[in-house]
């Protein structure tokens, strides 16, 4: 009997000590697990401004079909767009429809075919809040945002639903973005009373309350896109570094600024924990004072590992080239600002080449202060 006892208990006793190291090893497994979460990584492209002016209007048009076709915009530099996670751009006209007349500046409205082929470009996020947003008035903002969420875009800063919160969340490779935009005005285009929550413009407190109704969100990133500073000048103004700051110090990681139509100075603010871009430039316009067609892809890694958040940006330069095809047809195409980069078949003027030099070095001197 007692030997039985005896062997019982030390099988008892083998089985225990079996539970018990597995027990062990399995919650350090699973301590390590909750211990040293996967590092979260996207990465962000954010361009400047898309414009259609008169002109690009009419390079677009066919009048034997009597449609339109963009895609000569950006093929020559969708290459350098397609590994974006998220892909960003201001959208500066109004996609009203066609019963409100397709026109340039000074009040813009673009065919509807300039959404598809900017969807064919990769770009996910488009920016609405800016100073032409209400230049075909409320009805034509609603058309806007009505025609962006049907090409499968995330519209920011404008919205037709009251109830709509200000900010728009992406998910990502498991981080989560949350998106907000606002504008300094609209050309003193005012919306009725009923309708002032179509837009968002730049108001310090309102800006603070949205970003911390994001943060409760659970939120890993803040990117807001600011319509503001001085158009053509090549330097941030008092009110921009003002309003960047504050925006910053609320909780924002990512500043994506437009208005001026050229190239302004890239930073880190806090310690390295917001990049500013103070204006990204025309990615594509049909305007021609001198910087206005030099623009630029803000390429941003962001991962984030436990509770750190590291950025890192990169910034590659395009250009528009405009001139006449073959069969003497305006056209207009989005270039890499690097020589070696252009597709061999398109030719640079003399005077092209010395400008894109200039180009690259003011890029390199004054807009990477990074």
């Known amino acids: ?23 062990c090893n399995s919650t350090k497994v699973f301590a390590s697990y909750v211990e040293n979460p996967p590092i979260k990584k996207i990465t962000l492209f954010a361009v400047g401004d898309i414009m259609m002016h008169k002109s690009q209007i009419l390079a677009g048009y066919n009048k034997e079909t009597d449609s339109f076709d963009f895609s000569s915009f950006f093929k020559n530099i969708n290459p350098y767009l397609k590994d974006g996670d998220i892909v960003y751009a201001n959208l500066e006209t109004p996609i009203a429809g066609q019963k409100f007349k397709y026109t340039g500046y000074p009040t813009f409205n673009a065919p509807e075919e300039l959404l598809g082929e900017i969807k064919n470009n990769f770009f996910t996020h488009l920016s609405l809040a800016n100073n032409h947003s209400l230049d075909r008035g409320s009805v034509g903002l609603s058309n806007t945002i009505k025609n962006v969420e049907k ?11 009251s109830t709509k919160p200000n900010y728009e969340i992406t ?13 300094y005005g609209t050309n003193s285009i005012v919306l009725p009373k009923s309708k002032k929550y179509m837009l968002s413009y730049i108001d310090k407190n309102q800006i603070k309350k949205d970003i ?13 896109a600011l319509h503001f500073g001085d158009e053509y000048k090549l330097q941030e103004n008092s009110f921009q570094k003002d309003i960047a700051q504050y925006v910053c110090d609320s909780g924002a990681n990512i500043i994506l600024g437009s208005h001026p139509h050229v190239l302004e100075p890239i930073v880190f603010l806090n310690d390295k924990t917001c990049l500013v871009a103070y204006s990204l430039g025309n990615f594509i316009s049909g305007m021609s004072k001198a910087y206005t067609d030099l623009g630029g892809i803000l390429k941003i890694e962001i991962s984030k590992e436990n509770e750190t958040l590291s950025l890192k940006p990169e910034f590659m330069g395009t250009w528009v080239k405009r001139g006449f095809d073959k069969n003497g047809l305006r056209y207009y195409t989005v270039l890499p600002l690097d020589i070696d980069k ?29």
């Open 342 to 370: 252009i597709p061999n078949e398109i030719e640079l003027t003399k005077t092209e080449k010395i400008r894109l030099e200039k180009y690259r070095n003011f890029i390199n001197t004054k807009i990477k202060k990074y």
């Open 212 to 224: 911390e109704e994001l943060k409760k969100q659970n939120i890993d990133v803040v990117v807001v």
């Open 1 to 23: 009997m007692s030997k039985i006892i005896t062997k019982n208990n030390l099988i008892t006793a083998t089985f225990i000590l079996c539970f018990v190291f597995l027990f």
């Open 151 to 161: 090409y499968g875009f995330v519209g920011l800063g404008a919205r037709n639903d």
């Open 171 to 183: 998910e990502k490779n498991g981080m989560r973005i949350g998106f907000l935009s606002y504008t």
